[in-house]
């Protein structure tokens, strides 16, 4: 790490995902778990007590004890969260999507800039170890096909279901773009898109194909209706086919050989992609500390905006399509979500 001074860190919010941040600072021998916060107490308090370290009152009283902090709030509210602690100096691990307006991302990249604080952006796919096969050969990618499905979460008390204060497109989908854009490396030159709600009151399904300007496609499926989990993508290039399977960490290539079609297991060294996240934060983090300088981060906060302009502009172009053919009215749905929580 290149400084025996651990990294003192807190984590924002205590669901699912806070739980499973504090668990790995709670075990890294980079970082000191400092404390959490959450709205709700008492749902801090079992993290808290799970965990030994105490709950704080206030985001302000846990961001004044550490040097760096894991916002795993709802989506919704990380600009909020994050903005007075980048003025603050802290650096950031978001959790995906950045925000959910560009403006809002901006904001976050800009004020990291101007702090000089690292921001990392939760997509954690990125760290999943089939990756490191294809990144190798992103070059030569031509078409991509990825399904992410996964069942609908379970109802919290007072709340909405986890998730879905988004759409599936910020929600699952943008982790498949945000890998795509990476491989790719081009500009999107064309989307469509379509998809509906079935259980909350944005799109819980949807698909989009984009064509990129140097003539690379994607065609990418996300549900959060689905009765089975799936996480697995295909790709294309100008000498083989790579499946992948990114829950079951495994992957097959297909190429054409002298006899037919051979086929080979993609070599995957098993890690724990979260782990591997928070480690690259704490880092990342230690050495900006440090050093006052950044050394490069695999999802860094601009890599967060760029997924969630393409994440938005596939939900603009969903309900462009919705609205054409008659199938829901979404500016009447955002009206009456925004009216429910006046």
Known sequence: MGSSEKLKVGVIGAGVLGRFHSNLYKQSANAALVGVY?????????????????????????????????????????????????????????????????????DIVQAAERAKVVVAVGHVERYNPVMSYLEKRAGKTRFIEAHRLAPYPPPRPGNHPRGTEVGVVLDLMIHDLEIILHLVDSEVENIMANGIPILS??????????????????????????????????????????????QEKSGLVYTKGLMGIDKKNVPVKDSNALQDELEEFIRCATHARDTGTFI????????????????????????????????????????????ATL
């Open 201 to 246: 009151k944005t799109e819980d399904i949807a698909n989009a194909r984009i064509q990129f300007k140097n003539g690379a496609v994607a065609n990418i499926t996300a549900s959060r209706v689905s009765p089975m989990a799936r996480r697995k993508i295909r790709v294309f290039q100008t000498d083989c086919c790579i499946n992948l399977d990114y």
């Open 38 to 106: 959450d709205a709700n107490p008492e749902v801090a308090g079992r993290i808290a007590t799970e965990f030994n370290v105490p709950v704080f009152p206030t985001i302000d009283e846990l961001s004044a004890a550490c040097e760096g902090l894991s916002i795993a709030v709802p989506a919704d509210r990380h600009h909020e969260v994050a903005m007075p602690l980048i003025r603050q100096g802290k650096h950031l691990l978001i959790e995906k999507p950045i925000a959910v307006t560009v403006k809002e991302a901006q």
């Open 296 to 339: 490069p981060q695999k999802v860094s906060g601009m890599d967060g905006l760029r997924a969630l302009k393409l994440a938005i502009d596939v939900t603009d172009a969903l309900h462009d399509y919705n609205k054409r053919y008659g199938f829901y009215n979404y500016e009447q749905i955002k009206k009456e979500m925004e009216a």
